[in-house]
């Protein structure tokens, strides 16, 4: 299994190994047509079960690393005087992304980067411990939103 990792560093991220851009799919993928027979009579009726997800041949592996309290030009691996070789060999290896916007507090920052939405969408509008019981700012997680974690184990 090919090896994938994407390396954050607030406000940059780095994938290493990528394979090239398979065409763009719609998320979440419909669910795959009943294949049985629906009868009236259970005799005559074929039941048929949708298959496992699996991950496709190559699928890569993900590894996803966030460091907080981190200032975009701290290490050097993005440019900074804290020296950082293992994230340099890292970010070496790969891409290097710079447009993800943090906010400036920890957890609202992880619900946008876990989500890839608006960190208000999925409860996260202040920081955990000052969570307050209205929409925006629970720090519930709505089941209505997908973590990278859902949306990468649902497509194998």
Known sequence: ??????WLCCGAATLVGAAPAAAQEILPKAPPPFTGKID????????AWPASVKAPANAPNIVLVLLDDVGFGASSAMGGVIETPELEKLAGEGLRYNNFHVNAMCSPTRGALLSGRNNHQVGFGPITESAAGYPGFN???????ASIAEVLKDNG
Do not use: G, L, N
């Open 1 to 6: 299994m090919t090896s994938f990792r994407i």
């Open 139 to 145: 720090s519930v997680w709505p089941k209505s939103a």
């Open 40 to 47: 009236t009579s259970r005799e005559k009726a074929t039941p």
